[in-house]
């Protein structure tokens, strides 16, 4: 006969919806066995107990074999060998369906016993761990809940145990039961067989026995047929007794293995943490929002395919696309009352996801998994081993470049093969050139790493004294607040990018591009050393003023770089979303020197439009310094000009006045005939005058009036 379907009960601890949808498909067959064989039973039933209709008793049981072939069985329904056989049952039971006197103790043991047993035994069996299954699996989930519900500000320690107790009970629980819930469907395949084929032969035992040897209905070749019957059913007995000693050895053999795998949250030095794979799958709690402030948490099977995550619940036959996960970003964020969280942003930024993971090493594995796709290392031949060496690479970075170490010798073996004349003659370039190509020259050594934004604006105003008569008042972000409408509202470049900040440190030069690739690699790999996946997103305002990193939600600035202090912006060489510029800032006082800061931040495959729009606003900056500079130097030509033509203005005056003063002096030395008419001139103007004064005193005392 052809082979058995099976449940794979190594899945059974998983409990995935392809498990629940075969498991499905075996309770449908159950259902469909037993109907059937209480059909069978009910028509055997009838032979036994009423020998009078013995003859239609038989017609109907010859009728429901001919229609084996029309049952839906979900498994084993193309059984030709089970048709076949059944079809020559069929045939001759026709053949004996003239008798009419069975004995009916030989009916009852060789008949009615195996059916009876096996519907009253197995069958109840399968619905008795069906009912028991259900309930272990609904406690669990009931477990899991309250176990995901743990307050994290809230962390009792009875609590969180008593929680942690009851899931590792339950999850045996459930386990344990669907193993032998499985083992009984795998077992029943075998007793389907059985218990079809075990009561017709009985039956035809009986009816052969009871017409003894010289019945003219049995021939010689439904001896040989039932001999080879009989032979099968020891087979399938043998087969099964075997697999079901071979199932009971691999459930003893899993209920030990899979021990330390019931606690929700397995201690990561025994099973460790694996950062190397491209493909995982699992149960999440996905994060949903109800309204403007409250969310609701579901739980779902999740899966890697290719650079998608899956989602997939209870009862669904195939999954749906949650997100698109080339290119990217994922990184473990703070929940209010949630413990292993885990936030996962498309490469546009535009759509995100929160998940939360059973425990920190399943939380940790996933984060590694996403960033192993977003890299499209599953496009490799193979991505475990080229993950592993990623991984590897970034633990390595953290020793210095090789190139620069040889660099370093190089130029140091051969400043002392060179004389001592030479040697003290350009001891200053040698050294020049060593410290330029010497890996601390561009990093200093023990330098902090920065992975949270601090704004500089306010550590350094931090120490200055209010200035008098300054009543704006300064936040914590850098932003005055007397209401002024900033700058940048009317700057001629206003572009936004979406970006994370990786890291900032302090390097000692600015003047070269390997500065940032080397600070990057700094970054990197410490990330990769301390586990430090969480990034702050932010929006990355380019102005020809300045460049700030804007809160996507609240809208506030959270920093701010002048633009005249960016002495450098630069993209990495392979990776296109990482870029870095160094910030020239005003040192301490004791140092009395400036301190070059480099950032670095990871954007959405814009890192050299990013840095083109640095450098274009840059360009315009310095065209608007340029045109400012020429109109005040022109305004100043101009106040300059208008001063001259003041000056030559009152020179000209004072000649004028000169002039009238010497006419004057020649008029009074002319005779005294002159001086008289002059001086009846001056009479008569002075009493015009003294009237003209009379006048307009009247005139002020009728207003006075």
């Not at 036959?317 to 964020?333: F, P, Y």
């Not at 590897?392 to 400043?415: G, K, M, N």
Request: hydrophobic share 35%; aromatic share 6%.
């Amino acid at each position: 006969m052809p082979g058995i379907d099976k449940l794979p009960i190594e899945d059974a601890l998983e409990d995935s919806p392809q498990t629940r949808s075969l498991l499905g498909v075996f309770e449908e067959d159950a259902a469909a066995i037993s109907s059937y064989s209480q059909q069978l039973y009910q028509a055997m039933q009838r032979i036994y107990d009423a020998q009078n209709e013995l003859s239609a008793a038989t017609h109907l049981t010859s009728r429901l074999l001919k229609e084996y072939d029309n049952q839906r069985f979900p498994l084993g329904g193309d059984d030709e060998v089970m048709s076949a056989t059944l079809q020559q049952f069929s045939k001759m039971i026709d053949e004996i369906s003239s008798c009419h006197a069975i004995l009916s103790t030989q009916l009852a043991d060789a008949m009615m016993f195996p059916i009876t047993q096996f519907k009253e035994r197995d069958l109840k069996e399968i619905l008795t761990l069906k009912e028991v299954f259900q309930i272990a699996s609904s406690d669990h989930d009931l477990a899991m809940n309250r176990y995901s519900r743990l307050s994290k500000r809230r962390d009792v320690e009875k609590v969180r145990l008593e929680v942690m107790e009851d899931v590792y009970t339950a999850r045996k629980k459930q386990h344990q039961t669907t193993l032998h819930y499985f083992s009984a469907l795998n077992t029943l395949q075998y007793k389907k067989k059985i218990s079809l084929l075990e009561p017709l032969l009985g039956y035809i035992q009986a009816q052969s026995s009871f017409f003894k040897l010289g019945s003219e209905n049995l021939t010689a070749h439904w001896e040989e047929f039932l001999s080879n019957i009989g032979t099968s059913v020891q087979n399938v007995r043998r087969e099964m007794d075997s697999d079901v000693e071979s199932m009971q050895q691999s459930i003893e053999d899993l209920k030990g293995a899979c021990d330390p795998l019931y606690l929700p949250d397995p201690d990561p030095a025994r099973i460790p943490i694996n950062r190397n794979l491209s493909r995982k799958s699992g149960y999440l709690n996905c994060r949903n929002k109800t309204g403007l402030v409250s969310s609701s948490w579901e739980r779902h099977f999740y899966f890697t395919q290719g650079g998608n995550l899956m989602s997939q619940a209870r009862g669904e036959v195939a999954g749906g696309l949650v997100l698109d996960i080339d290119n990217c970003s994922v990184m473990a964020v703070d929940c209010e009352d949630r413990r292993y969280c885990f936030q996962i942003t498309a490469f546009d930024g535009k759509k995100s996801a929160i998940l939360q993971a059973e425990s920190r090493k399943d939380c940790e594995e996933w984060i590694a998994t996403i960033n192993n796709i977003s890299k499209q290392i599953y496009l490799s031949e193979n991505p475990e081993e080229t993950a592993a060496r990623v991984n590897q690479s970034a633990l390595d970075a953290v020793t210095p470049s090789p190139s620069f170490q040889q660099r370093h010798e190089s130029l140091r073996s051969a400043a002392k093969s060179r004389p001592k004349a030479s040697h003290t003659s350009s001891s200053d370039s040698a050294s020049s050139s060593l410290s330029t190509l010497s890996l601390d020259s561009l990093v200093a050594p023990d330098t902090p790493i920065q992975f949270d934004i601090i704004s500089p604006v306010s550590e350094e105003y931090a120490g200055q004294a209010k200035l008098p008569g300054q009543t704006g008042r300064t936040n914590p972000f850098g932003e005055s607040g007397d209401g002024k409408p900033e700058e940048t509202e009317d700057s001629i470049l206003q572009q936004l990018y979406m970006v994370r900040f990786l890291g900032s440190m302090e390097v000692r030069s600015g003047e070269s591009t390997d500065v940032i690739y080397e600070t990057m690699r700094h970054i990197l790999a410490a990330r990769a050393i301390h586990n430090v996946f969480r990034m702050t997103e932010s929006h990355l305002l380019v102005t020809c003023d300045c460049l700030k990193l804007i809160d996507p939600q609240t809208q506030v600035t959270r920093l701010r770089f002048p633009l005249s202090s960016v002495v450098l912006c630069a993209s990495h060489q392979e990776n296109k979303r990482l870029l870095g510029f160094v910030l020239q800032c005003s040192g301490s006082r004791a140092e009395g020197r400036p301190v070059s800061v480099c950032y670095v931040f990871e954007s959405n495959n814009e890192g050299e439009k990013i840095c083109d729009s640095v450098g274009l606003a840059k360009q315009i900056a310095f065209h608007s310094d340029m045109d400012r500079r020429a109109t005040v130097k022109q305004k100043e030509l101009d106040k300059e000009k208008e001063r001259q033509q003041e000056e030559i203005s009152k020179q000209k005056q004072i000649e004028k006045d000169l002039e009238e003063q010497s006419r004057l002096i020649a008029a009074s030395s002319r005779p005294n005939q002159a001086g008289g008419e002059a001086q009846l001139l001056v009479l008569s103007n002075s009493q015009s005058e003294d009237s003209d004064t009379g006048e307009e005193g009247k005139k002020t005392g009728e207003s006075e009036a």
